[in-house]
């Protein structure tokens, strides 16, 4: 009885910010979508404050519907939601530290355009309610989201072996972890 009243409560307020911000999570959407490809566009969404501010509500609100929409029970849908605001805290403070000891920006832009692929995978993992087979989709996001991320850390003249260190602690690591937490 209380997993009713809490799905319908998660409902509502999923409900409620969607109507609240329609327009910014379409145009969000559109962005995220328009930009999957081509690292110049990202950058262009990432430069106008209005643009990212669209993409940031949209994975507000697209980001906990696909959980909701794929987990069993509001506490497994808690559980998750926790655990990945908790590690994408931690994973952006450690970027925040690569930029401030390498004096650049690249590590904050590559947080800022993961955001992108993040709405892109949970639009996958939403429609993962429908079909099982869309979650398999959810590696095209992925694979993108590592092409793009080789682009800005080897337009930053960092080499191969420093790519494949921040690709082992930052990428890698957190999730083997979070898969030998949970198998």
Same mark, same amino acid.
């Given at each position: 009885?209380?997993?009713?009243? $809490?799905? &319908?409560?998660?409902?509502?307020?999923?409900?409620?910010?969607? @109507?609240?911000?329609?327009?910014?999570?379409?145009?969000?959407?559109?962005? +995220?979508?328009?930009?999957?490809?081509?690292?110049?566009?990202?950058?262009?969404?990432?430069?106008?404050?209005?643009?990212?501010?669209?993409?940031?509500?949209?994975?507000?609100?697209?980001?906990?519907?696909?959980?909701?929409?794929?987990?069993?029970?509001?506490?497994?849908?808690?559980?998750? @939601?926790?655990?990945?605001?908790?590690?994408?805290?931690?994973?952006?403070?450690?970027?925040?530290?690569?930029?401030?000891?390498?004096?650049?920006?690249?590590?904050?832009?590559?947080?800022?355009?993961?955001?992108?692929?993040?709405? +892109?995978?949970?639009?996958?993992?939403?429609?993962?309610?429908?079909?099982?087979?869309?979650? $398999?989709?959810?590696?095209?996001?992925?694979? &993108?989201? @590592?092409? &793009?991320?080789?682009?800005?850390?080897?337009?930053?003249?960092?080499?191969?072996?420093?790519?494949?260190?921040?690709?082992?602690?930052?990428?890698?690591?957190?999730?083997?972890?979070?898969?030998? @937490?949970?198998?």
């Amino acid at each position: 009885m209380v997993d009713r009243y $809490a799905d &319908m409560a998660i409902v509502i307020v999923l409900v409620v910010f969607f @109507l609240v911000a329609t327009v910014r999570i379409l145009e969000g959407l559109f962005r +995220s979508f328009h930009s999957f490809f081509f690292l110049k566009r990202q950058e262009e969404v990432d430069d106008e404050l209005t643009l990212s501010s669209s993409r940031n509500i949209t994975a507000l609100f697209i980001y906990p519907a696909a959980l909701f929409a794929v987990s069993p029970s509001p506490r497994i849908f808690a559980f998750l @939601l926790i655990g990945s605001i908790a590690y994408l805290a931690v994973k952006y403070g450690f970027m925040a530290i690569l930029d401030y000891v390498n004096r650049t920006a690249a590590f904050k832009f590559i947080g800022r355009m993961g955001i992108n692929y993040l709405i +892109s995978a949970s639009a996958m993992l939403f429609l993962a309610r429908i079909n099982i087979w869309f979650s $398999a989709l959810c590696i095209i996001p992925a694979i &993108m989201y @590592l092409i &793009m991320e080789a682009k800005v850390v080897f337009k930053n003249n960092f080499s191969v072996f420093f790519y494949i260190l921040y690709l082992c602690t930052l990428e890698l690591l957190p999730a083997v972890l979070l898969f030998r @937490l949970f198998v």
